[in-house]
């Protein structure tokens, strides 16, 4: 059975930080590039950080370039997303995507991360 389990989000202060974790298990964890989405009320799911298989590359959205790093875990077959200098904006349901290179593709439950004072 898949699962991608995220954990980490919460209530936290502007200018604060989280690191969200997504463990998987069920699926070849090696074969699945990773990303991190996520989904404001009333707003369309938008993607923010892929890490390749290998972890080597990564690409982050302009709005959350230079204060989110994703990493991931090959070992532990988890992926994470460490969020700096949180912002207000950053509000929002949290999902982990695992595509892999045969075509599968996995989702989340989500984890909701709240920046406010």
């Known amino acids: 059975q898949v699962q991608l389990v995220e954990s980490g989000g919460g209530l936290v202060q502007p200018g604060g930080s989280l690191r969200l974790s997504c463990s998987t298990s069920?699926?070849?964890?090696?074969?699945?590039?990773m990303s991190w989405h996520r989904q404001a009320p009333g707003k369309e799911r938008d993607v923010i950080a892929r890490?390749?298989?290998?972890?080597?590359?990564?690409v982050y959205a302009e709005s959350v370039k230079g204060r989110f790093t994703i990493s991931r875990d090959n070992d532990k077959d988890t992926v994470y997303l460490q969020m700096n200098n949180l912002k207000p904006e950053d509000t929002a349901v949290y999902y982990c995507?695992?595509?892999?290179?045969?075509?599968?593709?996995?989702w989340g439950q989500g984890t909701q991360v709240t920046v406010s004072s």
């Open positions: 890490i390749d298989i290998s972890g080597d590359n990564t």
């Open positions: 069920g699926f070849t964890f090696t074969y699945h590039a």
């Open positions: 995507n695992a595509r892999g290179i045969y075509g599968t593709d996995y």
